[in-house]
């Protein structure tokens, strides 16, 4: 599983450090590295960049895994470096950058560097393409093993809309349609008559419209057993 | 009769249907629709007024129809998912019923990337087939999705769209299939351009018996111009416009009179088809020109029901 994220404009970035003279730098060591926005080689660009509009760099570090709880630790051995600055710039997906914030207890602003994508999967080497919505109720068991939440432009649940044109979306060239996708494979299964049933409304509920999920694993497990 | 409209009552009397389609203005001007409702009050057995359509922001599909049923003109109420979710669906086919609003047309939408407020949210919280699924049980069970109850009666005649002209193509048939399956009365289809593919998909149609379940009104769109011929053929999603059509517009002396030709071939055709049981005419920018369409296809006078 990869988070997948794309630098923000430096226009926006530079906006939130308006009132900042003084900046700590945080990038990751793995999503962020491996899309190359947030490792070694960018956190260095950024310092550089900052420098030259006359910020001043008090420290910088890549933190392995920011989105685990060693961060905390992370953030305690820069704590002298981090004091010294105005505020800390969080160049990780958003979680890394809500683990930062989470850390730091409000002693200072974080912002973030880069807009966080999706959950992608490497197709090949630095292709990332979202493949779930993580939606809170898997389809995948009748759709073939594609999401038509994701990767079907208008999410439908019962087969292409009219738009469907020599396997591609109407929205764009450069995307498949799911459900030819989708129909191709379950004709290679043997499977076509599958599609003939009605998929009913989607429960809503377990995904985002329900409010922020949550997940005790102890308390889960306990209550399997 | 499932909701006693004039749409229905003449495709249940086997009469060849003729619907055409009136887009609400982008603004507020009444006259705007109500100026094509009485053109096309006498050529056309229903009007559909379009719901935003190419996700462009325009009147409301349900205050275009209720200017159009003060008028004394049937309207069908077009209704996309891209822009409402389940709640808002419901309470405007409430609201639509009890305006007396009886023909309700299921559909996807366009996605919203090709309007006017392209970084907008697409809602589909229901996809169109669970949209007609929806309308049947309120209207048979008298139930919302919910599964609560729902006072009074509910009467729609519901419709969906079908595209022939989009793949895959085998599928087309059992989407249709499925479409009936979830409760549609007609179908109103993409134009047809391609005559030869519409013809095949019919076959396929008929082979399933689904022509006797479903009423099916095969869509038209006269082409005004070569250019919008290009433009169809290049660019509009879901449509087939053979060269054919567009080297014939290209080289004739006029334009709007070889377009007309071109469309009155294509309708001859259609109504000779087995299982087409009328013609959905979207005459976009020409609306003036379906009362000379009509007459000229021989479907004059409308039936009086």
Known sequence: MKTITRQKPQEEVMGYLEKCRKVY??????????????????????KEKLEAAGKEVTGWMIIPTACDELTKYALQEEAQKIKAA???LVMTCAIGVQMVSLHLKGAKPVYPALNTLFIGMEESPGHFTEVCLQ????VLGRTAAVCPLVRCSKSLLNGPCGGSAEGKCEVSPDIPCAWQLIYDRLAEMGR???????????????SVSGGPRKVDIEAECTSVS | MKAGTKLEKVLESGHFAVTAEAGPPKGTSAEAIQKKGELLRNCCDAVNVTDNQTAIVRMSSLAGCLLLKRQGIEPVMQMVVRDRNRLAIQSDVLGAVTLGIGNILCLSGDHQKFGNHPTAKGVFDIDSIQLIQTLKRMRDEKKFICGEDISGEVPIFIGAAANPFADPFEYRVSRLAKKVKAGADFIQTQAVYDVARFARWM????????????????GVIPIKSAGMARYMRDYVPGV???DEVVTRMEKAQSAKEEGLKIVLEIIEQLKEMPGVHGIHIMAVGWEDIVPELVEKAGL??????
């Open chain 1, 25 to 46: 730098v945080i990038g990751c060591g793995t999503c962020a590295t491996l899309c190359h926005t947030g490792g070694k080689s960018e956190v260095l660009e950024m």
């Open chain 1, 86 to 88: 105005d505020c800390v």
């Open chain 1, 135 to 138: 939606c809170g109720s898997c």
């Open chain 1, 192 to 206: 076509l008559e599958e599609l003939e049933e009605i998929e009913p409304v989607k429960d809503w509920s377990v």
């Open chain 2, 203 to 218: 076959e396929m149609v008929r082979e399933r018996g689904l022509d006797k379940q479903v009423h099916i009104l095969a």
């Open chain 2, 240 to 242: 087939i416009v053979p």
């Open chain 2, 300 to 305: 004059m006078p409308r039936p009086v029901l």
